[in-house]
């Protein structure tokens, strides 16, 4: 598939896994099962493989997407062709809604770090549906503000804390969102590349290399392809502070 080319998927009826992944998304969390309902069949749905792009930074943002399975990066490219990575979003999550509130070009490219599944809807529409619903609106801005919250934490950590203070934090929080529970520890399938973690936690590729194979050696985490094994999450909170 090229590059930014999306397969659209027909407007149907959500499976029931799908309903209960994307109501956990901000712009659902006030409405009743009928409301949701209407609001999910006026969705549009896209299909993206893994390095699809959905949206350039610098393009005219106008819609509103929530991952319905599936993980989005969003990041920033410097000049230089250096690129940093501001989020994670897995199913569920939301994002783009930055433009409904102050229109004007997107400030980050989004693309799929594995197959995905996302639902849109254009802000025109969405608007009309905010006058109806004003509890959505109040929503919205809540998540916004939790998200204005965590990028003030992630400017502190750049500056108060040591790059594998970093790693473990961003594992951990990988761990939190995409984790599950197995025999040994947590499994957690991040889909990213080494160089994609290391512009998760703003350090260079060998630095961040240096700090996992250190906490492998010391039993805390074993390290899989795309996907890392929490061994001893205790000692990476620790770590983590």
Known sequence: MADGVLAPVPHGRLTAVDHDVVRKAPLFASLDDETAAALLASMSRQHMERSDVLFHEGDQGDRLYVIGEGKIKLGRTSTDGRENLLAILGPGE???????????????????VAETQVLSIGHEQLGEFLSANPRVAQTLLAALARRLRRTNESLADLVFTDVPGRVAKALLDLSDRFGRP???????????????????????RE??????????????????????LLLDVERLKRRAR
């Open 94 to 112: 939301m994002f783009g809604e930055l433009s409904l509130f102050d229109p004007g070009p997107r400030t980050a490219t989004a693309t799929a």
């Open 182 to 204: 197995v025999d040994s520890g947590v499994m957690v399938s991040h889909d990213l590349t080494q160089e994609e973690l290391a512009q998760l936690v703003g350090a260079s």
């Open 207 to 228: 630095t961040v290399n240096k700090a996992l194979a250190d906490f492998a050696t010391r039993g805390w985490l074993k390290l899989e392809a795309r996907a890392v």
